[in-house]
């Protein structure tokens, strides 16, 4: 296969693993970050500790990540074509592929709030702030480096995904690599496609990576979080001494 025949191939395929992954990770963030936040808050000790809840939550993200990704692509089969009226293409790889990345980020997000400063948290409450004022005042602002990350290590990995996706129908660079590389003997044509997600992941890893450094330098933070801690900071009992005087 001659290179002006692969490149319209390698073109489509890249598209279509761009437009899969994009919209998976959309998803995934939009349905793992309240997810990863409400499993922090309803832990014991947690604003709105509730265990039941909790484990029901947690037990549930447990049970949706330990499941292989090619299992639950044939398990959700129903489900995704009573969404999307088909099993095969780009848009019907976007359900599974959701679906299997929101616990996966909801964890990453939880490790990631778990690690904010309850000081900052014990601030925020005495000063009459309630858990909503919490959450988007303290809780993702203080996190927000360590969900860049988070968000970096979902792509990466729905990257691969879907690249098995491809396997069965869906399109993509995982199609061109079995379709071509595999099942065509174009060894050639797999080996490019090989580096094309070596190069794409590469890419993706820097530009968080980097987000996230930049963020760290500014001190992971925005807007009311130092003065939070200058609060914090502040001896109450001292500035009782100083009204008197």
């Given at each position: 296969?001659?290179?002006?025949?692969?490149?319209?191939?390698?073109?489509?395929?890249?598209?279509?693993?761009l437009y899969m992954v994009g919209w998976s990770t959309l998803i995934a963030v939009v349905g793992g970050l309240p997810l990863g936040i409400l499993l922090v808050l309803t832990d014991r000790g947690g604003l709105l500790q509730n265990t039941v809840a909790n484990k029901v939550i947690g037990q549930v993200v447990n049970i949706a990540r330990s499941m292989p990704f090619i299992i639950l692509m044939v398990a959700l089969m129903t489900f995704t074509r009573s969404i999307t009226g088909t099993t095969i293409g780009r848009e019907a790889a976007i359900v599974p592929l959701a679906i299997g990345a929101i616990p996966f980020f909801a964890r990453l997000v939880e490790t990631a709030v778990r690690e904010v400063d309850g000081g900052l948290v014990?601030?925020?409450?005495?000063?009459?702030?309630?858990?909503?004022?919490?959450?988007?005042?303290?809780?993702?602002?203080?996190?927000?480096?360590?969900?860049?990350?988070?968000?970096?290590?979902?792509?990466?990995?729905?990257?691969g995904y879907s690249a098995m996706a491809g396997t069965v129908g869906a399109g993509g660079l995982g199609d061109i690599a079995i379709r071509y590389g595999y099942q065509r003997f174009e060894t050639e044509l797999m080996w490019i496609t090989v580096a094309i997600l070596a190069v794409v992941i590469s890419l993706i890893q820097f530009a968080g990576d980097f987000a996230a450094r930049s963020l760290h330098r500014r001190g992971g933070r925005s807007g009311p979080a130092p003065k939070l801690r200058l609060l914090k900071a502040k001896d109450p009992a001292s500035a009782d001494v100083g009204k008197v005087a």
């Open positions: 296969m001659t290179w002006s025949e692969m490149q319209p191939l390698l073109s489509q395929a890249c598209w279509d693993t014990e601030a925020v409450q005495s000063m009459g702030g309630n858990t909503w004022t919490i959450v988007r005042k303290v809780l993702v602002p203080e996190a927000l480096p360590s969900l860049i990350a988070g968000t970096t290590t979902t792509v990466v990995a729905l990257i």
